[in-house]
């Protein structure tokens, strides 16, 4: 575990209608906006905010559609029928490398200063 998001463990999900290749992902963390950003960099991602706890579904070509809710600590992943294992340990790589950008509120101010030069002033730049 290197990044500041983890998998913590997959695991086979059971009485999935939709697929015989689901697998549950189980995260150390709470799957926020910033997060689903990054993991669908590479796809196409579908977030539905009009609902009490938004969900999302993203879909990575030929790779995995991975589905859940903001807020959760877990999602499912719905894979191909070849190369699983392979998909599931790049995508614990990938989550690794992801880096929240913080957020930080902060007051600066401008500040425009007029210098006055005597026209016949030597100035060095």
């Known amino acids: 575990m290197n990044g500041l998001m983890n998998v913590v463990k997959f695991h086979k999900a059971k009485n999935c209608m939709a697929s015989n290749n689901a697998v549950d992902v189980l995260f150390d963390?709470?799957?926020d906006?910033?997060?689903i950003e990054f993991i669908a960099e590479e796809g196409k991602m579908t977030l539905y905010e009009n609902f009490p706890k938004p969900f999302f579904v993203i879909e990575i070509k030929k790779k995995y559609l991975i589905k859940g809710a903001l807020g959760n600590d877990n999602a499912r992943m719905y894979l191909p029928e070849k190369n699983c294992d392979k998909i599931l340990e790049d995508f614990r790589?990938?989550?690794?490398e992801f880096v929240p950008v913080e957020i930080v509120e902060d007051e600066t101010v401008t500040v425009q200063v007029e210098m006055c030069i005597?026209?016949?002033a030597e100035v060095n730049l």
């Open 29 to 31: 963390g709470e799957i």
């Open 33 to 35: 906006r910033q997060f």
């Open 93 to 96: 790589f990938f989550v690794e």
């Open 118 to 120: 005597p026209m016949d």
